[in-house]
């Protein structure tokens, strides 16, 4: 069968954050796909199989490493690129996907060419913050937020902060949390971006992962609330790097960015 990896959330190669995509024809074992994403080892594989239902177009699952996840901004991105891409979905249809935890995600290109993901929002509520974390993270910790998806979330007072993280993995690793998204306001006159992130995910068997797109959906309705706009950008500060356009609308946030295929090939097992 055929299998791409796409670097999502950039126009250039080797940036962003890569995918595997799995174009599947028919169900497909879960053991299987957990091994086919074990042996990618990207933060996530996504596995798409055509549906032949009302309210939906494909199903799609996302595996890293080691377990699935629930929800997978950048690999949906990388699907939904693949899809247009390989020629499989016309480019002016929207997709939609059936997942198994996030309802139905749509997907459609926009100006620019760049494709515009409908997500809801998964905004972070305030928590006390975890024992170990600001060890872990080596920052001092003033609050945290948690959202629906077990992800923390970390403000620090500037971007220069974020840039020079160098967390204990291990440690982070054992923090009650899929993820940990640490994020700081842009630098004024740093560039065309109003916040920055770094995203690390130790406990699902991804150290940092180079651009988050569902810790955007936590991202920016913070950054809504705080900057009084709806329309942002934010910068994932990795060594790779990547930008996603966000848009707030009430409960669902509009994710948007650019993918490019680097590897086209055919799985043999």
């Not at 891409?85 to 002016?92: F, L, N, Q, R, S």
């Not at 080596?138 to 077990?150: C, E, F, I, L, P």
């Not at 991804?206 to 959906?217: F, I, K």
Request: charged letters at 20%; proline letters at 6%.
């Amino acid at each position: 069968m055929r299998i791409l990896v796409v670097d999502a959330f950039t126009d250039r190669a080797f940036a962003g954050n890569p995918a595997g995509v799995c174009l599947l024809e028919s169900p497909a074992d879960d053991a299987w796909m957990q091994a086919v994403a074990t042996e990618m080892r990207h933060s996530e594989t996504a596995f798409v199989r055509p549906l032949d239902v009302p309210d939906a177009d494909y199903e799609l699952r996302w595996f890293t490493p080691v377990v699935e996840v629930a929800l997978c901004g950048h690999a949906t991105l990388a699907t939904a690129h693949a899809l247009y891409e390989t020629g499989t979905v016309p480019a002016d249809r929207p997709i939609r996907f059936q997942t198994r935890r996030s309802g139905v995600l749509t997907v459609a290109t926009g100006s620019g060419g760049l494709l515009e993901m409908d997500f809801p929002t998964m905004p972070a509520q305030p928590v006390e913050v975890p024992a170990g974390l600001a060890e872990a993270l080596d920052v001092s910790v003033t609050g945290a937020g948690r959202n629906a998806q077990n992800d923390l979330l970390v403000v620090l007072d500037d971007e220069e902060a974020v840039r020079k993280l160098t967390p204990d993995m291990a440690a982070l690793a054992r923090i009650d949390a899929r993820g940990i998204c640490v994020a700081a306001p842009a630098a004024p006159g740093s560039g065309p971006y109003d916040f920055v992130s770094r995203f690390f995910g130790a406990a699902v068997g991804v150290g940092e992962d180079p651009v988050t797109g569902s810790a955007h959906c936590m991202l920016a309705p913070y950054w809504s609330d705080r900057l009084g706009r709806d329309e942002l950008t934010g910068y994932q500060a990795s060594e790779r790097g990547g930008a996603v356009r966000v848009t707030v609308r009430g409960d669902r946030v509009t994710l948007a960015g650019r993918a490019m295929t680097i590897l086209d090939g055919t799985l043999k097992v």
